[in-house]
């Protein structure tokens, strides 16, 4: 039957599969993962956060592409196409390739189920394999400790910002949600965090696991001035580099 699927046949399907749009937890993604026995890309990078994700996920990745490696980007949501969350070099994959990716994973998975986004997820870490990218960089849907992209093992992590979201699945807090979006760190692995004003659970969590977390105005900084800005480290400076292409000063 999966061999006449079209990609529209597949997202109409998957969006009666789950009777929950949400399911937080690691067990299924993971059980699903070992039988797929996909390769693991030379290195994994995860953005969490609340706001700034999206744009994060494109600099990187254009950072990357820049320095000569092959990008493999996974976002969510989408705008037009579920095209879009999956990117190779900063180009939507074609239908064909995910297609192909939901084709492995259902067969895969036997009976356990799988939520839209954990079949995307694992799509997007297929078609990583297929192109054998250098660096794949993973979107964290929800939280961070319990959504589908921690199942990836990540060699470094980026916390963007603490904003009260999703208070129903993560907690009624700010404290409370950077304990969630603080569990995509992982022991002896660098974790930048990019907000001057950062919650004490982002520290504590990182001394528990002794990560090394990087920090914006204790380990680095930014200031702009006109077209440009600088960035400064714990022991050099960047000075006049051009204002990146997304537009925003939060950007």
């Known amino acids: 039957m999966s061999d006449a699927m079209h990609l529209a046949d597949w997202l109409g399907r998957l969006e009666s599969v789950s009777p929950q749009e949400i399911i937080l937890g690691l067990d299924r993604v993971t059980a699903v993962l070992e039988r797929l026995d996909a390769y693991r890309p030379r290195t994994v990078l995860h953005v969490g956060g609340t706001n700034g994700k999206g744009s994060s996920v494109a600099m990187l990745g254009a950072l990357l592409r820049g320095a000569g490696y092959l990008t493999g980007t996974y976002t969510s949501p989408h705008l037009r196409r579920i095209n879009e ?14 297609v192909s990716a939901f084709e492995r994973i259902e067969a895969a998975r036997g ?9 995307g997820t694992l799509a ?21 400790r319990l959504d589908a992209v ?7 992590a980026l916390i963007t910002s603490i904003a009260l979201d999703h208070q129903e699945w993560l907690g009624d807090s700010r404290e409370a949600i950077a304990r969630e979006k603080a569990g995509i760190m992982r022991p002896a692995r660098p974790v930048v965090y990019a907000e001057a004003d950062r919650p004490e ?14 920090a914006q105005g204790r380990d680095f900084g930014y200031r702009v001035d006109g077209d440009t800005w600088s960035w400064t480290g714990r022991s050099h400076t960047l ?9 925003g000063d939060f950007q």
């Open 150 to 156: 921690n199942a990836i093992e990540p060699d470094a």
């Open 85 to 98: 969350r999956i990117a190779i070099s900063g180009e939507p994959v074609e239908d064909e390739n995910i």
């Open 111 to 119: 009976d356990v189920p799988l939520t839209y986004f954990e079949f």
């Open 124 to 144: 997007a870490l297929l078609v990583f394999d297929d192109h054998e990218v250098d660096v794949a960089v993973f979107e964290v849907g929800l939280g961070g």
């Open 239 to 247: 000075a006049q580099l051009a204002r990146p292409g997304v537009p």
């Open 201 to 214: 659970a982002i520290d504590a969590f990182a001394a528990e696991l002794n990560a090394t977390l990087l």
